[in-house]
């Protein structure tokens, strides 16, 4: 008898054997445990017993019942055994046989077994698994747990999940925005390996996080932000009534936001990121002092007494060191956005800093992170965009969300935009 695994061009092909049964309880019950575990949660033993019903079921519909007298004068349909198959399941191709029919003019094919055989065009499952962190490398050692299941070498997992990551980018660089209500955005930067992505989060005026979209550049490239921008106006994102943007200190995100959003844009400065560089000028054994006196005064609860707190700071530094008063100068109206709209006590929480975007670059991360070589920017984007989509229908509301038409009518009224004015987002960009 032939070896199962015949090699051709070099590669090992993988042959089922005629006929070859589905699992029966034997074969179950002497896996162990784990395996037994796992093919309950995918019901593929389940799965494979109503294949066979629906096979059997065409089989009957075509050629009657077993051992049944056929008409005079039609043209009988018999069964002829069978032949080896496959059907997918789960995403992966389970060995079934196949029953045969025949009449006069040669073979009848069942229906039911070419729409089963085909399965998904873009395999979801093997593409969540992939992205949860099974390496392809280690996917067929994953799939022994259903025997006999064929067609899940490493490269053919590796060119399904990268047809499903394409499909997931080209939905998340197309996605319309046209509908969102948007009220806050948030853009960071996330490194992958020696190059930056710039992400922008979009947060409703319910409390809803919504990815826009990201590029890949860093946050001091002012240019590339700027069109980055643009786009998402083009997409449909509508900023005529005003809108937050969250940022740390990049001078080419400031500078975007400038020249794109102009007018309809109000900007607060990472509080954290500014107190951070504040103190990084300071010796080491003065920086903790420091940066619990400037928590302090950024948590004084109306504008007046935190720029008091703040002003105070500065001139104890001024003696000190002029680095670190630079630093407190640069952006220092805008690390105090919020308490100059008079919703830093409701809404500090979720906008002061932008922990709320830093918190889905670890969450990236944990899809990304086992990543050691990046082949190129397409790679990236695709992981990325499918991370992003993936992540963003279990994020939560912001909190203090039932605030956030006070916010908006607080930056209204700040940029002084009247409740009937509309400005179309052309004239905006």
């Given amino acids: 008898m032939k070896s199962m695994n015949r090699k051709r061009n070099g590669r090992k092909k993988k042959i089922m054997k005629r006929g070859e049964p589905m699992m029966t309880q034997e074969t179950y019950e002497a896996l162990e445990l784990d395996s037994r575990v796992s093919l309950i949660r995918q019901l593929i033993p389940l799965g494979l017993m109503v294949v066979m019903e629906e096979l059997q079921r065409e089989v009957e519909e075509l050629a009657g019942g077993r051992y049944s007298r056929k ?34 003019q040669g073979e009848v094919s069942l229906k039911s077994y070419e729409l089963l055989h085909q399965g998904e065009e873009i395999d979801q499952s093997a593409f969540r698994r992939v992205l949860a962190g099974i390496s392809c490398r280690d996917y067929e050692a994953a799939a022994d747990a259903v025997p006999g299941a064929i067609g899940l070498s490493k490269s053919t997992v590796s060119a399904r999940f990268k047809e499903a990551t394409k499909a997931k980018l080209k939905e998340f660089q197309e996605r319309d ?13 996330k490194t992958f390996a020696d190059e930056a992505m710039v992400i922008a989060m979009g947060v409703t005026i319910s409390g809803e996080k919504v990815f826009l979209g990201f590029i890949q550049t860093d946050t001091e490239n002012s240019r590339a932000l700027s069109e980055f921008l643009r786009s998402m106006l083009h997409r449909g994102l509508d900023v005529s009534r005003g809108v937050l943007v969250i940022i740390d200190g990049g001078k080419g995100l400031r500078s975007a936001v400038r020249q794109v959003l102009k007018r309809y844009a109000v900007v607060q400065r990472c509080q954290w990121h500014k107190r951070e560089n504040i103190v990084s000028y300071l010796p080491e054994a003065e920086q903790p002092l420091m940066r619990k006196q400037l928590q302090k005064a950024y948590e004084r609860p109306t504008h007046a007494e935190a720029k008091k707190a703040l002003l105070a700071i500065r001139a104890d530094l001024e003696q000190r060191n002029l680095s670190a008063v630079e630093s407190l100068d640069e952006g220092f109206d805008e690390t105090l956005t919020l308490h100059s709209l008079g919703v830093f006590a409701l809404l500090s929480i979720s906008f002061k800093t932008t922990n709320c975007i830093e918190s889905i670059n670890s969450s990236i991360e944990k899809y990304c992170g086992k990543i050691d070589y990046w082949k190129n920017s397409s790679q990236k984007q695709r992981w990325l965009a499918a991370a992003l989509l993936d992540i963003e229908p279990r994020l939560k509301k912001v909190k203090g969300y039932r605030h956030l038409p006070k916010l908006r009518l607080a930056i209204m009224s700040k940029l002084n935009i009247g409740k009937t004015e509309k400005k179309s987002r052309t004239e905006a960009a």
């Fill in 177 to 189: 925005l046209s509908e969102l209500d948007i009220i806050a955005m948030f853009m960071d930067g």
């Fill in 71 to 104: 008409e005079k004068g039609a043209d009988p349909i018999f069964r002829y055994g069978y032949n080896p198959g496959s059907v997918k399941l789960d995403g992966q191709r389970i060995p079934i046989p196949v029953p045969r029919l025949r009449c006069e």
